[in-house]
């Protein structure tokens, strides 16, 4: 009796959750299969033990397929690091540019965020135009003409949009500065050589004096 209550108050919690978050937990799960052993194992012992066999093989079954779901929410997680998710309206090329990961790259190029983000921009609104808008459109889609799936897919094809023109504002930004350090050594050796005959020049007008 008390295990049927159980049930069913975990039942009614499960009908209350939000809809992207119902989810069985797994104590009422347990519960719930205990209670249909017992009532089974009345009707038949045998019947009980195929079906306590089944759970147990239907576990090591759903085992890859859990591992495979959590590698899925992790790589969702990635994306998110970067793409704002379907009802942010935040825009994902600021987001990219204003991560800690990229903030970090970009002090090593001597640059900042908006730099990037301003780079960015022009690449897209010359390269990359029209596949950004059609998949921008997909990923922030909330009439449910695409299913979660399409719309990650268009998630990780921004990310690696952002990430190819990355790479080309780094590899230009890493060119400025060996030009410019270049230039700083030219201007080095100048300088020493310029210093070098005043020195003479000086010295002469003491040996003159």
Known sequence: MYLGLIVIVGFIAYLTQDKQDKKFPRWLKLIFWLLVLSILSRVSDTLAGA?????????????????????????RFDTADVVPHFKSEEDPVKRYASTPKRQ?????LLSTPKELATYIDQEI????????????AIYSDQTGQFDDDVRDNAGHQMREILD????????????????KQSINEELKDKH??????????????????
């Open 104 to 108: 970090a790259a970009l002090a090593e």
């Open 51 to 75: 079906v306590f066999i089944g759970l147990i093989a239907w576990w090591f079954v759903k085992k890859p397929s859990r591992r495979r779901k959590q590698q899925v929410a992790e790589d």
């Open 192 to 209: 020493k050589a310029e210093i070098d005959i005043a020195m003479q020049v000086y010295d002469k007008w003491q040996d003159k004096a």
């Open 164 to 179: 190819a023109i990355f790479a080309k504002f780094a590899k230009k930004k890493r060119a400025e500065l060996v030009e």
């Open 125 to 136: 609104d010359t390269f990359f135009m029209n596949e950004w808008t059609k998949m921008a």
